[in-house]
């Protein structure tokens, strides 16, 4: 098969798809502290950072990915008033025992920069009040809204990189790849360490040019220390029918453990390590 060749030059992204407004957070501000859309929180062990996590699922999302396992978080509306508050008191509960862990605190969604602020805030608390390792789980999209000082609070960034083929990340998502890319090479700049993750998709995208494009651009950044291959799976299709929303991939075949293992050998190709 051809592949591109660490080294040479990333392979051209094509471009054209959709615009549509992004729905907005309007943080509710006073003599309290911020408030947000939180769908709900838990304890996890995986690919949500290092160790151990607590981990809080804002709601809202400007993605309308094919795959998404979480669609009853795709608006702020199916969440709940939270207050920064009542998400670091929580975390706050679990500290001792996240730390014998090796672990920390994620924010994921959903997409946590819909809501800056409140999440921002918490992030802030999480890493300087509680000590905690922090990690952003994000689709970069909307990396622009995350300022310098908001980035200081965060260890590291889970960053979603869906495709390499501008075409497909289109249909993948109904969004454009290049605002990921902008924050990618942001995060590069500022030396923030980030693991990739790369979801699998027979017959979408699992095309060696495709992994082999992203392959190639994480290698370029220099400060990804690790890239996570997400099997697709259907685990979310019973959610997608009790929202009456069409599981358009229910057909789709998860990879083979062989598709599994040439998708890693290739960002391994690119000196990433790859799992």
Aim: net charge negative.
């Amino acid at each position: 098969m051809s592949l591109i060749q660490p080294g040479k030059a990333l392979p051209p992204i094509l471009t054209g798809g959709p615009d549509r407004p992004v729905e907005e957070a309007v943080p509710r501000r006073g003599s309290g502290p911020v408030t947000g859309s939180v769908h709900s929180w838990d304890l996890s062990t995986g690919v949500d950072g290092p160790g151990t996590r607590f981990v809080v699922f804002v709601a809202g999302c400007p993605l309308a990915c094919l795959y998404c396992h979480n669609p009853d978080t795709l608006r702020m509306s199916n969440g709940k008033r939270a207050t920064t508050d009542e998400v670091v008191t929580e975390a706050a509960r679990y500290v001792q025992f996240i730390r014998a862990a090796g672990g920390g605190f994620t924010v994921s969604g959903g997409e946590p920069m819909l809501q800056p602020d409140f999440v921002g805030e918490i992030l802030r608390r999480c890493h300087d009040d509680l000590g905690l390792h922090t990690a952003l789980d994000t689709s970069g999209f909307l990396g622009a809204r995350a300022t310098d000082s908001f980035l200081d609070s965060v260890d590291l960034v889970l960053l979603d990189i869906k495709s390499w083929d501008r075409e497909l990340y289109v249909r993948l998502t109904s969004r454009q790849l290049e605002p990921t890319l902008v924050f990618a090479r942001r995060l590069a700049d500022l030396g923030k360490e980030v693991w990739v993750r790369f979801v699998l998709v027979p017959g979408l995208t699992d095309a060696p040019e495709n992994v082999a494009g992203v392959a190639a651009f994480t290698a370029s950044l220099g400060n990804v220390t690790r890239v996570d291959i997400l099997p697709f799976h259907k685990l979310g299709s019973d959610k997608w029918a009790g929202l009456g929303m069409d599981f358009t991939l229910a057909d789709t075949p998860v990879p083979s453990a062989a598709q599994i293992a040439e998708a890693r050998s290739v960002f391994s190709s690119y000196g990433l390590y790859a799992v």
